[in-house]
């Protein structure tokens, strides 16, 4: 390797390194979908969502391939009864983080174009307020919570 490749390639590794802290407000872990019995055509993503700027960002929407649609839903008690609801957005306060999880905030699957398998990774697009956009992979998983069933009624 000449001086002049090395130089070129430490170059590269700083700016990348840059980008990548740049890119690094807002950062997503924990990120999974609802394993659903086949046919199922509804199902929940969930995500835990870092926010490390010093200013409020919304979640605005979510996209993914996937569904046909995908809305961002909120669990709310009405006389008695988990219900689903959905939300224009969802708040990640300034050095704080939300975790999207069964029983509250989740991003809503409808209509899906294909059965999900167990293990198989889901690419969702998440779009915030401040204009960043984070591309993230869910792998599909079994969860047994039992108490909150996600019917649709
Ligand atoms: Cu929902």
Redesign the pocket.
């Known amino acids: 390797m000449s001086k002049n490749t090395l130089l070129t390639t430490f170059m590269a590794a700083i700016l990348s390194l840059t980008s990548f802290t740049a890119m690094a407000e807002i950062t997503t872990n924990d990120a999974y979908v609802r394993a659903i019995p086949p046919g199922t055509k509804t199902t929940?993503a969930f995500v835990t969502i870092s926010n490390k700027k010093s200013q409020d960002v919304h979640l605005k929407s979510a996209s993914s391939n996937v569904a046909d649609a995908v809305e961002l839903?909120n669990h709310v008690m009405k006389d008695g009864t988990m219900m689903?609801r959905q939300v224009d957005s969802i708040k990640v306060a300034a050095q704080q983080s939300v975790s999207l999880k069964p029983g509250s905030y989740?991003i809503?699957l409808i209509n899906l174009q294909q059965d999900l398998t167990v293990g198989e990774n889901i690419e969702f697009e998440l779009s915030f307020s401040d204009g960043t956009k984070l591309k993230i992979e869910a792998p599909v998983k079994k969860i047994m919570d039992g108490m909150h069933s996600?019917h649709h009624h």
Do not use: D
Request: charged share 0%.
């Open positions: 929940a839903h689903m989740h809503m996600h």
